[in-house]
């Protein structure tokens, strides 16, 4: 089945999904060589902790975000919510070494992140950078430095392609940190490589939407994928007031397994680090009754035999050079099972663009 584009192309949300793989070439460009990145980079401390700050979305992102950082860099990172850069500064300031901390926001206007950014500052003495989709935001007037991404700006409520064009400059800059440009063309011909498959990938995935609903959505993964899993969760629930959930893969067999039934659509992603124990995983998900959706680069006899649904990447990149393509079929999902209920996911229910607090 070929998706009829008259049916979306008023739709800002589907117009910014489908962008990502030309957007994302025009970041990872920038990034390469931004002089802002490099000054950062330069005046940071060799060692140290690096703290990824976000709120909703930007708060998944920075979990994704700082993984990839150690892995890339070597150095210890860890996600923090803005909320509790604000209401436990003082947590902040445990660990050895000096600290820098990235505050993550697409708008540079939601309001806790804002404040998280002056607290870091002000109060415990952090130097920060943020990291925008937006010209002259507040957010850049409270950071030490601030990169701004524009191209991947948004008109949609829900973050698509701001979170992965973020999450891709931050791997970026980690690479660039770690004198890695081989990660960075991992990142660049990925990209160009999934702008050929993205519409069929939403055609499969609207397809299998069209076949079937569910009472409730599960996405599990394991390392540098568990924040690709909570930021998939997120997109369902917003764009289809769908009761989803997150897990770790392997702990999803340690009681939440009870929920497991045919209106049970669990969605794997299978790393190559960790794909014989997932697939275990996925197959006895299978045999308990659910529905899986398996998202890997290249899936094995044992993954397709126990899925209805395979979304292969097929890239030949490291495994966390793959975790901005492993969103985009949870983003379609999101985009699709709302249309099928009705709802319009220009316009989420009960949310707004930006969360400003008085």
């Not at 949609?156 to 770690?178: D, E, I, K, P």
């Amino acid at each position: 089945m070929t998706i009829d584009d008259k049916q979306y192309t008023h739709s800002s949300t589907w117009n910014e999904m489908l962008s990502q793989p030309d957007v994302w070439q025009t970041i990872i460009a920038q990034a390469r060589e931004s002089s802002v990145i490099r000054n950062i980079l330069k005046e940071s401390p060799d060692r140290g902790e690096w703290l990824f700050v976000g709120c909703g979305t930007s708060f998944y992102l920075a979990e994704a975000a700082a993984i990839s950082w150690t892995i890339l860099t070597g150095e210890p990172a860890r996600p923090v919510p803005g909320s509790e850069v604000i209401l436990y500064p003082d947590l902040l300031t445990t660990g050895a070494g000096e600290k820098r901390a990235v505050v993550i926001s697409r708008s540079g206007k939601t309001s806790e992140a804002i404040r998280a950014a002056s607290v870091l500052r002000q109060k415990v003495r952090i130097r920060t950078l943020g990291i925008t989709c937006t010209e002259d935001s507040q957010l850049a007037r409270e950071c030490d430095q601030t990169i701004v991404l524009s191209p991947a700006d948004e008109k949609s409520t829900v973050m698509t392609r701001s979170f992965t064009s973020m999450l891709l400059c931050l791997q970026v800059a980690a690479a660039l940190r770690a004198q890695r440009p081989a990660f960075i063309d991992s990142l660049a011909k990925t990209a160009k490589q999934f702008a050929g498959i993205v519409r069929p990938l939403a055609e499969k995935v609207e397809a299998f939407v069209r076949r079937q609903s569910f009472a409730d959505y599960v996405f599990l993964g394991q390392g540098p994928f568990h924040g690709i899993a909570r930021e998939a969760a997120l997109k369902v629930m917003e764009m289809s007031c769908s009761y989803s959930q997150f897990f770790h893969a392997l702990e999803f067999r340690h009681g939440p397994k009870a929920i497991v039934s045919p209106a049970t659509c669990l969605t794997f992603f299978v790393s190559e680090t960790a794909r014989d124990a997932e697939s275990e995983v996925l197959t006895e998900m299978k045999e308990l009754g659910g529905v899986i959706v398996a998202v890997t680069n290249r899936a094995n006899q044992e993954i397709r035999d126990a899925s209805d649904l395979v979304i292969e990447i097929g890239a030949d990149a490291d495994e966390i050079a793959l975790l901005a393509p492993f969103i985009v079929p949870c983003q379609l999902m999101g985009f699709f099972t709302g249309l099928r209920k009705g709802l319009n996911p220009d316009e989420p229910k009960n949310l707004t663009r930006v969360v400003i607090l008085d």
